[in-house]
């Protein structure tokens, strides 16, 4: 299968591959078929596209000379980290070099004074917190791909997670990065201090989706193990009544360390995958888990319980202990798995939207699905109205896979509508492209073209991906000009 | 005195002066002597410079129209808040528009259940803690101007204040921008959601000191007041193990709400000015702020009492209640004005240094102090290592000015030496554009540029300021070139 949105045209050459091979040994340029296949795509299946080749550096002079490389022969390069994206961010071209970091995988410095690491971008993202566990310390971002997924990719993504509500996204959360810019030359970004002078080019590095640069280095901040975690189950008897309490927890001023919710059909598909002793008759759970120093949790704990019981909870469970609290999670983190043990298989997306409109927003869903005819089960974090509804469907029936894509996208619409956006932490990638064309307006668009070109002129990085051309917008017919627009100086298109 | 660090050759245009008055009220256009005086400098009155003439915008449509105009007639525009930045961002051009926002000081909306408001750029920065308090809310960031400095000027400066330690700068404290481009459209940035896809445009923005875009609408995040805050007051008698204490406090995990530091002349002359009844003999004391849940704040201020008397301190004072809480802070909310009182002029510095480095960096100010013969006062962010040393001397002798900034650059170099930066929450503008030289290498300052011209081909928007010229840092002769050189496509010149 290949789907991919690229409107550009191909132009392989094959000189690249014999080229590389005279940077790098011959195990870290993989050209067959059977070399190839497992980069065919990322942690987004539904995308697939075999590159011409692949390189595998090891040291940042030989990303230097790749770069320089591919920038003489107007190559275009795709960086890839551990593969586990979902919205298709390190999706090959098939002309084009896939650059894996997957060898840049060594923890450089632990600085506790500081609380910062310096690691490469191939590092884990989990291995960072067990590096640091025995100095009291942890990297709080915790996508649900964290055993898997690496640092690299967090940043170029701007990764969330769980802790994300209480912690921020993986921009709050790093120092400084090192990259290669398409020309081959190696630049910082932020600082080690406060505040960098001059423009904010660490922020605008993160979730850039490997547009303007590769990821060679990442400092990352750390924080300090809290003195105590506790948790609550909630169960209510509407999706409406959990999203109010949601609302009125944060609006009494405690900010959790996660908030998480999960509908009916996510309730039952987790309960029989791991037995987590769920209230499956429940519309809807919420598991609010409370961190920080223990005097100050007791109460919260207190708080929480008497805010979700008169939001209306039919029941609410303190964990009694670590074991129960660790059982509170289990069933949320396996959510993903579960479902797709009871659909051959399913689409998740990604979108975000003010905390209130959580309960109107999951009953639109819920009529949107019905609609379509496809289920959709809901596991996210509600906390930071960052919804993940699942659309359960089967590839094998025909149409199927691409009424999955209409459910989503008319999804990521009605976020976009309600004052939302059409990512909380997945990225863009190839998936969003159509909907980017509904959240921005096109001189909005064309400001982001102008930036990538201040890096990237001839567009080699990761092209098609993240930023969709006026000219896709147009063609998607969803072209949003709220505003007037913005008449830059000619550009590249990607 | 004219001392405009500006390699522009000036090209005044009066006739933009008979546009302006065809598109606003004639009290909105100033263009006499005497109506152009106000506005010679801002907070950095070592650099003056009238304007050609001074717009006062009320309206969107009117900043948008004059935009159009300058754009059309090629007329630079410097931005102006409420002109109390320490850097000289916003020091007018002499064949300058200079776009004074003022005149936007609404607040547009507040919205207690999100917990943000949209405000105009010209609101004190103050005015919306003061506005949203009766919801039990407040706005974090508190630049010690925060009576007089405008939010729009924050945004541009990306300003800090002594509640950052722990809430975060202002770029961690604002939602959605609205902004008029260089062309006269209008355009927003950032999202009222968790995150927004695409290009994280706000930060970019965020401390671009008036280069990218003018603000029109800002939307920031709001903060539940804390149930409690309290103050500790300890003494030292060496500035090093005052630093120390600083770095054994956050090593243990705690998060002040703000951590200051004085040294002894701050010391006095703060005591001289508004008799706080501190300790006019102890080398430096340092001022601990904890806030939060009540019962988290009782445990954390005997935690933090006991690592001050561990590492050093002769004395530990707790406040026994708020009224001694805000003596503790009277006199250093006073220092700045009581060190003008022991000195004809001072000179505000703002560095970063990584928090190890204070006892160090604090020891070799004092001997670049007596090296050139003017005493320096030291006030300052000790928690996020951001120092601002008051550098006295008397603009009457000659001399005397050039010598303080000669010995502000060599502290300022010192920062840059020990792993920090030029600037913590002032911004560079023109002060510290030699300084960037040194921070940035060529590559990385002609990103910066490349960047800028994305939003502003012609270099139209406050030209001259935060980012310098590679002509000027090969003049200045500190070009710090540890990597090569990125060869972006040809550039216009600022």
Redesign the interface.
């Known amino acids: 299968m290949s789907r991919i949105p690229d409107e550009r045209p191909l132009n392989p050459k094959p000189e690249v591959i014999t080229e590389l091979r005279r940077l790098l040994p011959a195990a870290s340029v993989l050209a067959t078929e059977a070399e190839l296949a497992p980069y065919e795509c990322d942690g987004l299946s539904a995308f697939q596209q075999r590159p011409l080749v692949v390189a595998l550096p090891e040291t940042v002079e030989q990303v230097q000379q790749i770069m320089r490389l591919c920038h003489r022969l107007e190559v275009p390069v795709v960086a890839r980290g551990a593969g586990t994206g979902l919205s298709g961010g390190a999706l090959p071209l098939a002309d084009g070099v896939l650059l894996s970091l997957a060898k840049f995988n060594r923890i450089i410095d632990i600085d ?4 910062s690491a310096k690691v490469q971008p191939g590092v884990r993202n989990l291995a960072i917190s067990e590096a640091v566990a025995s100095h ?1 310390l942890y990297y709080a971002p915790d996508p649900s791909s964290q055993i898997a997924c690496s640092i690299g990719g967090n940043v170029a993504e ?1 990764s ?1 997670g769980v802790h ?1 509500l209480k912690y921020g ?1 993986t ?2 959360n790093i120092l400084k990065l090192k990259l290669v ?1 398409v ?1 081959g ?5 932020g ?11 660490l ?2 590095m ?3 989706e490997g547009m303007l640069g590769i990821i060679v280095e990442v400092t990352v901040k750390l924080l ?1 193990k809290p003195e105590r975690a506790q948790a609550l189950l909630a169960s209510f008897d509407s999706v409406e009544r959990a999203g109010a309490a949601v ?1 009125e927890i ?2 009494a ?1 405690i900010i959790p360390a996660g908030l998480e919710m999960m509908d009916n059909p996510a309730i039952r598909a987790a309960e029989a995958f791991v037995h987590a002793d769920y209230p499956v008759d429940a519309a809807a759970i919420l598991i609010c888990e409370l961190d ?2 223990n ?2 949790v ?3 704990v207190m708080r929480v319980r008497k805010l979700l019981l008169d939001a209306g909870a039919t029941d609410v469970r303190t964990a009694a202990d670590d074991a129960e609290r660790l059982r509170f999670w289990k069933g949320r983190k396996a959510a993903f798995p579960a479902v797709g043990r009871i659909s051959p298989d399913y689409y998740c997306m990604d979108g ?5 409109q959580l309960g109107p927003v999951l009953n639109r869903i819920a009529e949107l699905s019905a609609e379509s005819g496809l289920a959709v089960a809901n596991v996210f974090h509600a906390g ?3 919804l993940h509804p699942l659309i359960l469907y089967d590839a094998n029936n025909p149409g199927e896979l691409e009424k999955a894509e209409e459910l989503g996208g008319a999804i990521l619409e009605l ?1 976009v509508a309600v ?7 997945h ?2 990638g190839v998936e ?1 492209l159509n909907q ?1 064309c509904v ?3 096109s ?3 064309t ?2 073209h ?6 990237d ?1 001839k567009g080699l990085l990761n092209p098609g991906k ?2 969709p051309t006026l000219h896709r917008c147009a063609e998607f017919g969803a072209m949003h000009v709220h ?7 000619e550009l590249p298109r990607f």
């Open positions: 506790p004074a500081n609380r009291g701007n969330g994300c996204l921009v709050h810019s020309e030359e190696l630049f910082e970004v600082s080690e201090a406060l505040d960098s002078p001059g423009l904010d080019l922020a605008l993160t979730g850039s300090p609302a944060i609006g001023g920080g120093f005097a100050e007791s109460v919260d975000t939207i003010p905390r209130r930071d109205g960052n976020c004052g939302g956006t059409v990512t909380g932490e990225g863009v969003k980017m959240q921005f307006n001189a909005e668009l400001q982001m102008a930036v990538k070109a201040a890096f002129p993240a930023v505003h007037g627009e913005l008449k830059f100086p």
